[in-house]
């Protein structure tokens, strides 16, 4: 378990209550995928397990996960089926980001009937979500990796503080020649609460959404504008 520097408290609360556990603590909260590099440094196993503290397990969802990439040798990173608590499937697996797709999810523009196409498209929403696919990349709440291929090219990119280091990793995984899948098979619960959505001129004055535009802005500069994949919604 990877600490960034949070909570005296909370380490403290794991060192007694959960002994069997290693607890890694950082300096300081340098993002994101420092974290999840941190921890990925302590490890050896073949697969990387990764998930934020808000997810909870349902029975022979690790498992799944786990088969589900020995079986399949191109696949480098899956990520389960996140539910709400309340048993909505929320939507982890997305196709590649245009930047009119951020124009249009923060902005009114996004009501727009075009706008809304286009975003439905962006969310996958012409995928049911019931059979396992090869998608362009997926939300970083909970995902496995493989271990070795996650230390070949790299680990996370740092440079992003927080958003958009799992779109990143996943392009370069494909731009590796690997693969990114999303397995339904496999569920755990994700008690998320939103950070950037919703088109209220108030999110403008939050710090969240500039680290999120200025995420963005490292995402086009290192890719480009070419940012659609055809493989994305191809069922297997």
């Given amino acids: 378990m990877v600490d960034q520097a949070n909570c005296a408290d ?25 974290g999840i590099n941190l921890g990925a440094k302590q490890v050896r196993g073949k697969y990387l397990l990764v998930c934020n503290p808000d997810i909870t397990f349902l029975e022979g969802s690790i498992k799944a996960m786990r088969d589900y990439l020995a079986k399949n040798k191109k696949v ?9 608590p ?25 009501r727009l009937p075009w706008a809304r196409r286009q975003l439905a498209s962006f969310l996958l929403k ?33 440079r992003y503080f927080l958003f958009f280091e799992d779109t990143d990793l996943c392009r370069t995984v ?23 959505d919703g088109h209220s001129l108030k999110l403008l004055f939050r710090r969240v959404t500039w680290i999120h535009i200025s995420s963005a802005i ?13 493989k994305s919604g191809k069922e297997l």
């Fill in 86 to 110: 309340d048993g909505m499937v929320q939507e982890n697996c997305r196709r590649f980001y245009k930047i009119s797709d951020i124009i249009y999810r923060r902005s009114p523009l996004g």
């Fill in 174 to 196: 494909w731009s590796r020649g690997w693969e990114v899948h999303y397995l339904p098979d496999a569920e755990v619960i994700h008690n998320h609460r939103r950070l950037t």
């Fill in 126 to 158: 012409d995928y049911d979500r019931k059979k396992p696919m090869a998608v362009d990349w997926v939300t970083f709440a909970c995902f496995m990796v493989k271990g070795d291929l996650f230390k070949k090219i790299g680990g996370m990119d740092e």
């Fill in 218 to 230: 490292r995402y086009f500069r290192k890719w480009g504008r070419k940012v659609r994949m055809l």
């Fill in 76 to 84: 480098a990173v899956l990520a389960p089926k996140l539910i709400y």
């Fill in 10 to 34: 909370s380490q403290h609360v794991v060192k007694n209550m959960f002994p069997e556990v290693k607890l890694i603590v950082a300096d300081k909260n340098r993002g994101y995928g420092s």
